[in-house]
C-alpha cells in the first residue's frame, strides 16, 4: 500500500514522532518499531549507525513493515553526504530496500538537492532506475504500482546542517522535489563554530535553527529536527516542527538501564546522565 504512517501525520498537520535507530539486527529494528502507538517513522542510520546499507537496511525494512499495517515509516540515511558524489547509488539501495524515505546528509547547496531529488524519481521526473524483485512486495503492492506510486509517495530528505546550508537554505527549500529540511543541531552546532546540543543548542545556533523552520514553511516544505528527550521534542511540537525525532534506540537503552539501577541501588539519576546517554552523532 502506498500510504504510510508518516503520510498519514503530514496529511493530518500533526507532529510526527520518529526514533533513531543505531543499532543492527533485525530484532532491534522491530523492537523499537513496535515500542509506542505514538511513533510515525524511524530512522534506520546508515551514516553513523551500525546498520549497513545493504543487506542491514533492506533485512530492518523487512522487519518493521512485516509488522503490519500499524507499522511505522521505515526510512534510511545514507552514509554518503552531501559534499560527496556517491549519493546517487546509495540512494537507489535505500529505495530499492523498500524504503518509505531516504535522508542525505550535509547539502549545502540547490543543485546538491536537484541531484538527489532526480536520484529519487523515476523517469520523467527522475533518473531512478528499476529492477529490483523486493522493493514493490516490500510495499505491498505490483510493479506496475510501485511505478505508477513512487514518485509521489517516497519522502525526499535533506539534512541542513552546515554553513553554506543555511546560506542557501532558501534556494534548497525551493528545490521541486525535496519534501523536508531536516535540522542536525550537532554538527549544525560545530560547523558555526558553537559547542553541541547539552541537551539544548547555543542561543546564537538556535536562531539559525527557527530560520530554517521558517525558510522551510515559506516554500511549502516540512521542517524535521533530531531532538535526544522527549520534553526537548514536545517543545519542538509546540514550536511547529512537522517531524520530530525523540530518542534513539542506544540512547533510550542506556538511559532505561542507568536509571533502574541506580534506582535500585538507592540513587537518584540526574540530568547529565540523560545528556550523556542521548545518540549524539548527528
Known sequence: ???????????AAKPAFGAWITLPGVINARTVAQSSPHLSWVMIDCEHGLTSLQPGAAE???????????APSALVRIPATGT????????????DAGARGV??????????AKEIV????????????FGSPFTQSTWGITAAEYLGSANKHVTVMVQIETKEGVTN???IAAVDGIDVLFIGPYDLSLTLGYPPPSPDPHPEVEKVIQQILKA?????????????????????AQEGFDMINVTSDSGALTESLARNLDEAAGGSIGC????????RSQ
Open 1 to 11: 500500500m502506498t500510504t504510510h504512517a508518516l503520510a498519514q501525520a503530514f496529511k
Open 60 to 70: 530492518s525494512i523487512q522487519a518493521i513493515t512485516g509488522i503490519g499495517s500499524n
Open 84 to 95: 560527496s558524489t556517491g549519493t546517487g547509488w546509495q540512494i537507489k539501495y535505500a529505495l
Open 103 to 112: 535522508l542525505v546528509p550535509m547539502v549545502s547547496d540547490a543543485e546538491k
Open 118 to 129: 532526480l536520484d529519487s524519481h523515476f523517469p520523467p521526473e527522475g533518473r531512478r532506475g
Open 169 to 171: 537554505v532558501d534556494e
Open 216 to 236: 522551510a514553511h515559506s516554500k511549502g516544505k516540512k521542517c524535521a529536527i533530531f531532538c535526544t528527550l522527549g520534553t526537548q521534542a514536545f517543545k519542538r
Open 272 to 279: 547529565t546522565l540523560r545528556i550523556l546517554s542521548g545518540y
